[in-house]
């Protein structure tokens, strides 16, 4: 099982690493970005979350040469509370590396991957209740369509839901391939140009792990806790978290409700500048060595 970090040096260089700084990984996985960083820190500091155990335990063994890291097993979104309890006000620079790691595609029994037989699982953190079996058997047409079609962006969402919802009457859908199957029936094959289960099964994985609100929320945290100069840098790898992602960032940019024009009267400050005009993508030469980038976008915002 073979880690690679995808925009290993340009996240990294991204940051404008000080060796006295302070670091927080929001998306630990593999520890390839925080290995690198830590590579360059002498007096600083690097704080590595990820809500996945097995995340942390393997990070702990690639880490284990540095002493000026702290791991935490928690969801990014309270990296408030995690950095108080820490006695942390500020912090240099904050990264994420969104989606799914090459570990959670790879290992066979959480049922991320489409070509992979396994229990629907798709739980990031483990110890959540909700899992994509249970949604898959429990919830409605309607509701199954509004996944799909919107975390998806399947244009036979309806079909597939349907579909679905017919199967579980005769038997409980258990495994990745079983859904898989009731998948390509409802998709006619002139319409498929990747693989059929692709949207559906990205679908299901935002809704269990509530991914999209947990970006939203956790990148209005984390600017806050940026100290002046202090950058912010997020990876991500489908249309749904880069869209919320450019978003925040204009937003942070320019925070001003008014009408064009028109004096500001809101009040509203601008919180810094985006660093990165035209995205960040993966070199010809990275996409040679790992396919899993080819959709990897960087954005990078700095604060005032």
Do not use: W
Request: one cysteine or more; aromatic letters at 8%; proline letters at 2%.
């Amino acid at each position: 099982m073979e880690h690679i970090s995808v925009l290993l040096d340009e996240l990294v260089d991204s940051l404008n690493i000080k060796d006295d700084g302070i670091y927080v990984d929001m998306t630990l996985g593999g520890a390839g970005h925080a290995k690198k960083i830590l590579e360059k820190l002498r007096n600083g500091k690097l704080i590595g979350i990820d809500q996945d155990e097995f995340a942390i335990n393997y990070s702990k063994e690639i880490l284990k040469n540095f002493d000026n890291k702290i791991l935490i097993r928690d969801n990014f979104i309270n990296i408030k509370n995690i950095l108080e309890n820490l006695s942390i006000k500020s912090v240099d620079g904050i990264y994420m590396d969104l989606g799914v790691s090459s570990f959670q595609f790879d290992d066979g029994d959480r049922g991320f991957s489409y070509s992979k037989n396994a229990t629907l699982d798709m739980r990031m953190n483990r110890d959540s209740r909700i899992t994509a079996k249970f949604v898959v058997n429990n919830l409605s047409i309607d509701e199954l369509n509004k996944i799909i079609k919107e975390y998806g962006e399947e244009k036979f969402s309806k079909s597939i839901a349907k579909s679905i919802v017919t199967y579980r009457e005769k038997k409980e859908i258990d495994s990745t391939l079983e859904l898989v199957e009731i998948i390509k029936n409802s998709i006619p094959k002139r319409f498929v140009d990747k693989h059929p289960a692709k949207r559906t099964f990205q679908a299901l994985r935002i809704y269990v792990n509530d991914e999209l609100n947990v970006l939203s929320k956790t990148l209005d945290e984390a600017v806050e806790l940026l100290r002046p100069m202090g950058r912010l840098s997020v990876i991500t790898f489908h249309s749904l978290e880069d869209r919320i992602v450019k978003q925040k960032f204009k937003e942070f940019e320019n925070p001003c409700t008014c009408p064009k024009n028109y004096p500001c009267v809101c009040g509203k400050k601008s919180k810094g500048k985006i660093i990165t005009k035209k995205i960040i993508t993966p070199s010809d030469t990275e996409l040679t060595k790992n396919n899993r980038a080819r959709s990897a976008k960087l954005r990078v915002f700095e604060k005032i």
